[in-house]
Each structure stands twice: as C-alpha cells, then as structure tokens.
C-alpha cells in the first residue's frame, strides 16, 4: 500500500484531516482533536503509527511479530494503545485498513460530545 493510498483512505473518514505539527514527518491524521494516524512515508523506513485498545495492541503484535510493534517514538505509558506498523512487510491491504478504522473510531470516541454531533 503507499502513502498516497493511506492518505487517501484517511481522508474520506468524516472529519478527518491532514496536519504536520512535527514537522514534515510525520504527517498527522486527525479527527476532532485527536491524532488517528502518524505516517512516516520514507522509502528506507515506511511505517504508520496507529491508537488501538489495549487488547487488540497485544493481539496484533502477537498475529505479526516484527511487522507491528509497540509505538516507537511513543512515552512508555502510550505504547500500550499505539502500533507501529512496518508497511513494506507484507502486510495484507485489509488488515491495515481495518487498524486504520479501528484507530478512527477510537480516536472518535475520545472526542468531545460536540466534536462527535459535529461528524454526524
């Protein structure tokens, strides 16, 4: 999958957009406030970083050791809900489409009650 395929299916997600508060890497999804999506576009270093509940972190590390593993860059308490995912690993298209809607609907259900009547 590219970038520009995880860009695109980010962005149809109702009120999702694209934000770069880090610098050019890495780009932000967001929705209401909340970051849903980082993707790290490098040829030599392809990845995303998604938010997942906790159970569902461990079963996907578990299913595809070396290829999701816990949020990198992320503060040791936020590793338990944060996944990297290595994208130039083989990693089926709907497995990644499936934690990218997983990860949206989580972020969703931390936004406020009027960030979410603003989605609708």
Excluded: W
Excluded at 26 to 35: A, E, S
Excluded at 68 to 97: S, W
């Amino acid at each position: 999958m590219t970038a520009e395929g995880i860009k695109t299916y980010c962005l149809q997600k109702p009120g999702a957009y694209e934000v770069t508060p880090f610098g050019p890497i890495p780009i932000c999804y967001k929705v209401g406030n909340r970051i849903f999506l980082e993707l790290y576009p490098r040829d030599e270093d392809y990845k995303i970083t998604i938010r997942s509940e906790m159970m569902l972190t461990d079963y996907y590390r578990s299913q595809y050791p070396g290829v999701v593993i816990p949020g990198y860059h992320c503060p040791e308490r936020q590793r338990r809900y944060k996944n990297t995912i290595y994208m130039n690993r083989g990693l089926a298209d709907d497995v990644v489409f499936d934690m990218i809607d997983h990860s949206y609907r989580d972020a969703v259900s931390k936004c406020t009650k009027k960030e979410r009547m603003l989605l609708l």
